[in-house]
């Protein structure tokens, strides 16, 4: 009965919560792989966006950063509220991961991992195509191949697809946990960070009931 079912992953790389929520969701990639596979789609926070952040959005990011590493544990730099003229564009980010799942999907998860630590906890710009492909290759991945992936026009549209399903599953908050299957329909697990040990007897007991679907995103 659960062959056909999954999890659904909805993430964004630059979203500070989807980095608390790291841990968490490897833990469950991990104890549910045979069950329920992991299926990652980019949100696109701020997919594309152009302005430069102002002191009070500096400010805005600044407590919602703090806030997550109170509650996870997560590092962060907090020196990036030194830069100056950044625009918080998740679009590249977003895309870097896409480029692994079209490279080798079984490690586009693992994959968040270094562009999140590379953003939060070490201030390189998650935004610049030049220094995302040097944490790819930081990675272990073939850096032109990497780039040559990263910049083409498939690899923008779907990542582009991936933002357009989001919004049409009706999902606007990150990180978002979905379960089930395109026959059946999906039930929510989470639209925010929940601990680990608030999301593996839930998703037991749903599994064990016979995964009916009480929910729909």
């Known amino acids: 009965m659960t062959a056909a079912m999954e999890l659904i992953y909805v993430a964004d790389p630059m979203c500070s919560w989807c980095y608390g929520f790291a841990p968490v969701i490897s833990a469950l990639g991990e104890r549910f792989a045979a069950r329920l596979p992991l299926r990652l789609m980019m949100g696109g926070l701020r997919a594309g966006n152009t302005e430069v952040m102002r002191a009070a959005d500096k400010d805005y990011v600044r407590q ?35 480029t692994v799942r079209r490279l080798q999907p079984a490690l586009a998860l693992a994959f968040m991992a270094p562009i999140q630590q590379a953003f939060y906890a070490e201030n390189r710009d998650m935004t610049s195509a030049n220094e995302i492909s040097r944490v790819a290759e930081e990675a272990g991945l073939a850096r ?65 009931g016979g995964a009916p679907v009480t929910a729909s995103a």
């Open 144 to 208: 032109q191949a990497f780039a040559a992936t990263f910049s083409a026009p498939a690899t923008r549209n779907e990542t582009f697809r991936d933002f357009l399903t989001a919004q049409e599953l009706g999902i606007r908050g990150f990180p978002t946990l979905i379960a089930g299957s395109r026959a059946k329909g999906y039930a929510l697990v989470t639209n925010g960070y929940r601990p680990l040990e608030d999301l593996l007897e839930p998703l037991e007991r749903w599994l064990a």
């Open 64 to 98: 919602a950063w703090t806030q997550v590493g109170a509650a996870t544990g997560q590092p962060f730099d907090m020196s990036f509220f030194e830069r100056e003229s950044f625009s918080y564009d998740t679009e590249p980010a977003c895309r870097a991961v896409v």
